[in-house]
């Protein structure tokens, strides 16, 4: 069983850095990073395995990083360059397979809110 836990999320103006992490306990494999704004639907931000190369979303492309420190059993966001379109309730994501597109989430976080003004 995985159990997965956020922190890092906050009130940050725009433009401005934000860094997520994820701390999880059980065996994962496909690590990543969904959000969800208010009326929207849940999207896939980033994702990471051990086997492939890191998955960005074209909207986070070149300003969020995905890392992911198995040592610590932690998974990272990144965020810079925030913009008002960022908001949302980020959620950390766990599957036990490799990476897919999309990637199926066998396990949730309980979200952490970011909130950009």
């Known amino acids: 069983h995985v159990q997965l836990v956020e922190s890092g999320g906050g009130s940050v103006q725009a433009g401005g850095s934000l860094n997520l992490s994820c701390v999880f306990s059980g065996n994962t494999n496909c690590m990543g990073w969904f959000r969800q704004a208010p009326g929207k639907q849940r999207m896939e931000v980033a994702s990471v395995d051990q086997t492939v190369r890191p998955y960005y979303s074209t909207f986070v492309k070149g300003r969020f990083t995905i890392a992911r420190d198995n040592a610590k059993n932690a998974v990272y966001l990144l965020m810079d360059g925030l913009n008002l379109d960022d908001s949302a309730m980020y959620y950390c994501?766990?599957?036990?397979?490799?990476?897919?597109?999309?990637?199926?989430?066998?396990?949730w976080g309980q979200g952490t809110q970011v909130t950009v003004s």
């Open positions: 994501a766990a599957s036990r397979n490799w990476c897919s597109r999309p990637m199926r989430v066998d396990y």
